[in-house]
C-alpha cells in the first residue's frame, strides 16, 4: 500500500495498514460470532460436567457399602452441594443455552444473534460465577447446605464457612448471564427470522427455545432476588429468612421454588425440541401434531409456574393449599403427555433409521416416561409425604433430567455435530456411548426407587447395614462407574472424530431446516443465501419441487 499526500499541505503520510487478522485461542476469547460463543458455551459446560461427574462418582464410593468412612460427614455434604449446583446451573442451563446460541439464528435464516457483545458477556459471566463458586473450595469450604441452599441451614449461624457466601454471589454473577442469554434469543428469534418464516412454520426447537428464554426471565429473577437477600442475611444481619428475628425460612423456599419447578421446563422444553427434530429426521416423516406440539409447549411454560408449592408438601401448608398444588402438578403432565404420544405417532409407520441420535431419542421416551409417572405418583401428596428426602426422590430427579435432558443433547449433539464440525462423529464409539450410558443410567437410578420406599433418606453421608441396602448401593455406585466410563467413550469419539472422522457434507441427514442449507462448519457470515421459504421444511420443498410441502399447508 503506497503512501499519499495529506490534502492542502503537500505532506506525505502513511496509509493506515490492515490490522492482522486475530489468531489462536485470541480469536476465540474475544469473538461475538454466535457459533464460537456456542461452541465455548459447550466446552464450559463439558468441564463443569466432569467435574461434576467426579463429584457423583465421590458420592458413590461413599455410598457403596454400610458404614464407609471414605468422606467424613462435612466433606460430603459440600461434595453433594457442589455436584447438585454444578449439574443444575452449570451444565444443564448452559449446554442448552450453547446448542441455542448455535443453532437459533442458522434455524431462522440469521447472520448473527440480535445483540452480539451481549452474547458474549453473558457467556462470560457464566464463566465467572462458575469458577467464583468453585473458588470456594480453597477459600474456606465449598457450600454444604444441598443445591438448593434451604434456610436456616444456609443462615450465618448454621453456616459459618464462606461457602454460602460464594454459592450466592457465583448463581447470582450465572444468573444475570442466562437473563441476558435469555432476552438475545428472544430478540433474535423474533426480529431477525427469514422472509417466509412465519412463526407457524418456526422449528420446533425454536420455538421450544422462545418458551424457554421466557420462563428464564419470569423466574430466574425470584433466584435471584433471593440470592441477593440471603447475602445481606449473612453479612449484614438482615433478617429476611431468620425466624428468631421476625423473617421466615419458608419464604426461603418460596422464592426458591418459584424460580425452581419452571428450571425444570427451562432445562428439559429445549431437549424436547431436539428430540422434535431428531426423530422425524430419523423418521422420514414430519413432526405429528405440529400445532399441538407447540401448543403443549406453550401451555407447560404457563402451567409451570403454578405449580412450585408441590415441593413443599410437608412444610404444611395445609390441605386446601396441598390440594390445589396437587390438582395442578397432575394437570401438567397432560401437555408433557401430548408430546410423548406426537413423538410415538411420528415414528409409527416411518422409515426408521437407527442412527446413534435416534436410539438415544427413542431411550429419552422410554427413561423420560418412567420419570414422568413417578412424578405424577409425587403429585399425590399423602404419597409424598411418606417418600419426600429419600431417594425416592432422587430416582425421579434424575429419570427427569438426566434421563430427559442428558439423553437428549446427547441425541442432540449427535445430530448437530457433523454441522458444527464439519465432520461425522463415530456411529460405532457412538453405540458403545449410548448402551453403556443406558445400562450404567438404569443401574444407578432404578435401584433408588427401592431405596426410597424401603426408607432411605437422601443427604445422608452413611447407612446403616440394613437388609437390602448395601446391595443395592452397591449396584447403584457399579453403574455410576460405568457412566462414567460412558462419558469418557463420548469424549474420545469428540477428539477422534474431529482430527480424523469422516467429512460430513453440508447436510449428511438429508435435513429439512434451514442450518443444513449452509456450509458444515458454516461461514462467519452464516448463508450465502437461503432457499424460499413457503413451509416448515423448506429443503424439502427443494428436493421435490413436483410435490412441496407448501401445497399441503392448512
Not at 437407527?354 to 414422568?372: E, N, P, R, S, Y
Not at 405418583?377 to 429419570?399: C, E, G, K, M, N
Not at 433430567?401 to 454441522?419: E, M
Request: proline share 6%; net charge neutral; aromatic share 14%.
Amino acid at each position: 500500500m503506497s503512501d499519499v499526500p495529506f490534502p492542502g499541505t503537500g505532506e506525505v503520510l502513511p496509509l493506515a495498514r490492515p490490522k492482522e487478522p486475530v489468531t489462536g485461542l485470541l480469536a476465540w476469547v474475544s469473538s461475538v460470532d454466535h457459533k464460537k460463543i456456542g461452541i465455548m458455551y459447550l466446552l464450559a459446560s463439558l468441564v463443569f460436567f466432569g467435574a461434576g461427574g467426579i463429584e457423583a462418582l465421590l458420592i458413590r464410593i461413599q455410598l457403596a457399602w454400610p458404614m464407609n468412612t471414605f468422606l467424613s460427614p462435612r466433606t460430603f455434604d459440600q461434595i453433594f452441594t457442589m455436584h447438585g449446583t454444578t449439574m443444575i446451573f452449570l451444565v444443564a442451563v448452559p449446554v442448552l443455552t450453547g446448542i441455542a446460541n448455535y443453532l437459533v439464528p442458522l434455524m431462522i435464516g440469521a447472520s448473527d444473534v440480535a445483540f452480539p457483545r451481549l452474547n458474549a458477556l453473558s457467556l462470560w459471566l457464566l464463566m465467572f460465577g462458575g469458577l467464583l463458586l468453585y473458588f470456594s473450595f480453597i477459600a474456606g469450604g465449598a457450600p454444604a447446605a444441598g443445591w438448593f441452599s434451604y434456610a436456616p441451614l444456609s443462615e450465618k449461624a448454621y453456616s459459618t464457612s464462606p461457602g454460602v457466601d460464594y454459592y450466592s454471589l457465583g448463581l447470582l454473577i450465572a444468573g444475570i448471564g442466562s437473563v441476558i442469554a435469555a432476552i438475545n434469543l428472544i430478540v433474535t428469534i423474533i426480529k431477525l427470522r427469514a422472509p417466509g418464516l412465519s412463526v407457524r412454520r418456526l422449528p420446533l426447537f425454536v420455538w421450544m427455545v422462545l418458551v424457554t428464554q421466557i420462563l428464564i426471565i419470569l423466574a430466574l429473577p425470584a433466584l435471584n432476588a433471593s440470592l441477593v437477600m440471603l447475602l445481606i442475611d449473612r453479612r449484614l444481619n438482615a433478617h429476611f429468612f431468620q425466624a428468631q428475628s421476625g423473617g421466615s425460612a419458608i419464604l426461603w423456599q418460596h422464592f426458591f421454588w418459584a424460580f425452581g419447578h419452571p428450571e425444570v421446563y427451562i432445562v428439559v422444553l429445549p431437549a424436547f425440541g431436539m428430540i422434535s427434530e431428531v426423530i422425524p429426521v430419523f423418521s422420514r416423516k414430519p413432526i405429528f401434531g405440529y400445532e399441538y406440539v407447540a401448543a403443549s409447549t406453550v401451555a407447560i411454560g404457563a402451567l409451570g409456574f403454578l405449580v412450585w408449592a408441590h415441593h413443599m408438601f410437608v412444610v404444611g401448608l395445609g390441605h386446601s393449599i396441598d390440594t390445589m398444588f396437587a390438582i395442578s402438578s397432575m394437570l401438567i403432565a397432560v401437555p408433557t403427555g401430548v408430546k410423548i404420544f406426537n413423538w410415538i405417532a411420528t415414528m409409527w409407520n416411518g422409515s426408521i433409521r437407527l442412527t446413534t441420535a435416534m436410539l438415544f431419542a427413542v431411550a429419552f421416551l422410554i427413561v423420560f416416561t418412567i420419570g414422568g409417572l413417578s412424578g405424577v405418583t409425587l403429585a399425590v401428596f399423602p404419597i409424598d409425604w411418606q417418600v419426600t428426602d429419600t431417594y425416592y426422590l432422587v430416582a425421579h430427579l434424575h429419570y427427569v433430567l438426566f434421563g430427559g435432558t442428558v439423553f437428549g443433547i446427547f441425541a442432540g449433539l449427535y445430530y448437530w455435530f457433523p454441522k458444527m464440525s464439519g465432520r461425522m462423529l463415530s456411529e460405532k464409539l457412538g453405540r458403545w456411548h449410548f448402551w453403556t450410558m443406558l445400562i450404567g443410567f438404569n443401574m444407578t437410578f432404578f435401584v433408588m426407587h427401592f431405596l426410597g420406599l424401603m426408607g432411605m433418606t437422601r443427604r445422608v453421608y452413611t447407612y446403616p447395614n440394613l437388609p437390602g441396602w448395601g446391595l443395592l448401593n452397591m449396584i447403584a455406585t457399579i453403574g455410576a462407574v460405568i457412566m462414567g466410563i460412558s462419558s469418557l467413550i463420548f469424549l474420545c469419539n469428540i477428539v477422534v472424530s474431529l482430527r480424523q472422522g469422516e467429512v460430513a457434507g453440508d447436510n449428511p441427514w438429508d435435513g429439512w431446516s434451514l442450518e443444513w442449507a449452509t456450509t458444515s462448519p458454516p461461514p462467519v457470515h452464516n448463508f450465502d443465501r437461503i432457499p424460499p421459504i413457503r413451509s416448515r421444511r423448506p429443503l424439502w420443498d427443494l428436493a421435490h419441487p413436483e410435490n412441496p410441502d407448501w401445497k399441503h399447508e392448512h
